[in-house]
Antibody, heavy 119, light 106 residues
Framework: LQLQESGPGLVKPSETLSLNCLVS??????????WGWIRQTPRKGLEWIGS???????HYNPSLQSRVSVSVDTSRSEFSLKMRSVTAADTSLYFC????????????WGQGVRVTVSS | SYDLTQPLSVSVALGQTARITCGGD??????VHWYQQKPGQAPVVVIY???NRPSGIPERFSGSNSGNTATLTISGAQDGDEADYFC?????????FGGGTNLAVL
């Protein structure tokens, strides 16, 4: 199973960051996995953003919950991240991941996409 | 919130045993996963659910978890094991990571 992120590498402050992740080599309807987003910065390390099941049910990091949403489009075998009202603090390397249900271990990772928030 | 504490760095002589710890309140009651990340690459699971090794991960990687400390052990460390290592748990419907430990093989 492979994951591939896509989306703009530059977003203006106060705008919405939008990223997509294409799932290939396996089914996004797999009951064994949640699909999620994790970001990484040198200062804060790895930070889970949120996850979604193919049914659409989702979980979010409480610290980001008010301005993020993770959704799934099973017809396109894609899931997406939207983060509103971004600031420079949201500049990060964003990974899409496949999280095993039950244990929440990130078995699958995309290569990551670097997003910079700047005017 | 639940905190996971890792040493910033660990060094080990080539061929010796490295131990990387992950501290947390009663972490022994949780499932701990360990990831290895090399520069420019995404993390890779090396241990899941405390002590299980995914297929393709060398037997020199092992894990344990008890009390307030989970430990990743690398027996007979190799040059290729130089990397950052992160522990991770799922707590209160939140996925949490330790700050990461840089392993240097001397």
């Amino acid at each position: 199973l492979q994951l591939q992120e896509s989306g703009p590498g530059l977003v203006k402050p106060s705008e919405t960051l939008s990223l997509n992740c294409l799932v290939s080599g396996g089914s996004i309807n797999n009951n064994d996995y949640y699909w999620g987003w994790i970001r990484q910065t040198p200062r804060k390390g790895l930070e889970w953003i949120g996850s979604v099941f193919h049914s659409g049910s989702s979980h979010y990091n409480p610290s980001l919950q008010s301005r993020v949403s993770v959704s799934v489009d099973t017809s396109r075998s894609e899931f997406s991240l939207k983060m509103r009202s971004v600031t420079a603090a949201d500049t990060s390397l964003y990974f899409c991941v496949g999280l095993r249900t039950g244990s929440y271990v990130a078995d699958y990772w995309g290569q990551g996409v670097r997003v910079t928030v700047s005017s | 919130s639940y905190d996971l504490t890792q040493p910033l760095s660990v060094s080990v002589a080539l061929g010796q045993t490295a131990r990387i710890t992950c501290g947390g309140d009663n972490i022994g009651r949780k499932n701990v996963h360990w990831y290895q990340q090399k520069p420019g690459q995404a993390p890779v699971v090396v241990i899941y659910r405390n002590s299980n090794r995914p297929s393709g991960i060398p037997e020199r990687f092992s894990g344990s978890n008890s009390g307030n400390t989970a430990t990743l052990t690398i027996s007979g460390a190799q040059d290729g094991d130089e990397a950052d290592y992160f522990c991770q748990v799922w707590d209160s419907s939140t996925m949490l990571f330790g700050g990461g430990t840089n392993l240097a093989v001397l």
